[in-house]
């Protein structure tokens, strides 16, 4: 990009900006004291999954979000351990009245495809037999991960953490049923989802906290192109027991790839 699109750039986002600041500069004064959002959300960063906006979220204060690929949930620390991010923690940590979590993919993710291609590269190699051995000799320093990811250090960290959170066992559940590549990559955006949930509820004690899955449908795999459909609530991926538990709410559409 040249200095002139850059700055093209930046005048277009400015004048957005005007736009933005005649609409809720005063609002902004009414919300200084704090927030106390009714959810968190955590997408993917996908420049085409546009947070807020595809639950026509306008209102300040409503909604605390997160966005990184693969919408993971997980994070490094110092020393290295896998732990909840603390963008997830705030909210639920430090509201005062009862709050959610969702976890939202987006179909055709490509934090999902890079980990489905890394675990692939993989097991091409004389190294890795099984998925679940790559997280395991890696930890080991018996392989370089970067080798199977082709990515930069943070991308390659990002993949890890996906694996860690179990895409490598899902990866291994889905290997031996006729899928495309296609068709793989969006299960897995699915059982990332159920991941990313089940790793919050194993490694989280909030109070007053449900933490719900969905995924984006951004290539109109599961219905209409940009729905919205939930496939986990607290854990609970049966799609019998989730049309139930919201039967009485009419516009959320419950789906699953792997009940059809």
Known sequence: MSEKQ??????????KNDE??????????????GQDPEVTTILCSDSRVIQG??????VLGREFSHERIGNRTNSLTLEGEVVPSGSIDYIPEHSDTPTGVLVIGHTGCGAVTATYDTIQSALKSEEVEEPEEIIELYEKGE???EDYTGETKGI???????????????YKELMDEDLEDKEMI????EYNVDNQVEFLKEHTDYEDTEILGAVYDMEGVYGENGGLYLVNYDGRSEIDELEQLFS???FVDVDRQDSA
């Open 6 to 15: 850059v700055f093209e750039v930046l005048n277009e986002l400015s004048e």
């Open 20 to 33: 933005h600041v005649e609409e809720f500069s005063d609002k902004l004064k009414q919300h200084l004291d």
């Open 53 to 58: 906006k595809i639950c026509g979220n306008e």
């Open 143 to 145: 392989i370089d991960l």
């Open 156 to 170: 390659t960290t990002d993949i890890y953490l996906l694996m860690k959170a179990g895409l490598d066992s899902s």
């Open 186 to 189: 969006n299960r897995l955006v």
């Open 248 to 250: 009485d709410y009419s």
